[in-house]
């Protein structure tokens, strides 16, 4: 009984920290899968250590607490079932918004977990969808091979009714060391563009986009290895209306200080699956906001606190908005 009133304690602690503000993040699970045979793309020898990365993952995201929070490589509604009902989770009562995405490869997903609190809006009676992944235009006989052709698979929106905002996920195409996939993932991040100016911005919601990136953001900082100014990604999705002069949205991150605090992921380029001294950090989970809100950015935190690299390859990205 002394446990679980200093759980309830620590929990309660923990929402009322934020009790005046709307709190969004972002989180990678690395291979949330629902068995640990699901997939031979997914780390997991045994159920015990996918039973053991479940609870490591449910204890971060409870302290956390965060009223909605976009989720990367989950692979199913039934492996997120299995995490909301972890003990340090469950008395957050999230409701799991799930929808399968295009991605055959991986068969990773992007979800929310929202809570009681969160008041969704609903469009054709669904509170979360996923759009089209195709750029539109692009000639049936174009090339296999043209970077044109590249799909945004893994996507989904929820919006919210007050306050009028639209939050859309995303994870985009993995490997940010590999120069021969920036042409892709620019493709993805003009079609994210276009979702946000036909879904969200033209039925009069504020858009926050955010997920995983693999993609850094060169206006933000953060790690001298990754300040290529000829990066286009972010950019591309932070200014999706070409028609007005600037970017319509700016990065969360921007907030985080010191600057050499602005990673959110581990890279282990030796592969000895183990974080090492020598692997580097980067950023490349974002939260990219309209500057309608800028004014009510209360904080904005990267929880490097809340594990040593061993329960994720992530960590989650954390906002406050007043």
Known sequence: MKAARLFAAILCGSLVAHADALRIATFNLEWMTESATETRMAPWKSENALAMHRRDIAGILAKVAADVVCVQEATSRAALEKLNREPALAPLHYRILHVESEDTGTGQDVAFLVSPRVRLASFGGAEIRRFASALPGIPAETRRNDPRRQRLTKNALVCMESPKICLLGLHLLA????????????????????????????????????????????????????????????????????????????????????????????????????????????????????????????????????????????????????
């Open 175 to 322: 490997h940010p060391d590999d120069r021969s996939r920036n042409a892709k993932r620019e493709t993805q991040a003009r079609v994210a563009a276009g979702i946000i100016r036909t879904e969200i911005v033209a039925k009069g919601y504020a858009p926050i986009v955010l997920g995983d990136f693999n993609d850094f953001d060169p206006s933000v900082g953060g790690p001298s290895d990754y300040k290529d100014k000829a990066r286009k990604v972010l950019a591309l999705i932070r200014d999706y209306d070409t028609t007005r002069i600037g970017p319509e949205l700016f990065n969360a991150s921007s907030r985080v200080s010191p600057e050499s605090e602005r990673w959110s992921a581990w890279w282990d380029k030796d592969e000895n699956g183990t974080r090492d001294a020598s692997d580097p950090v980067s950023l490349i989970d974002h939260i990219l906001i309209d500057k309608s809100l800028e004014a009510r950015v209360k904080n904005v935190e990267i929880r490097h606190d809340l594990h040593d690299g061993k329960a994720s390859d992530h960590w989650p990205v954390v906002l406050d908005l007043n």
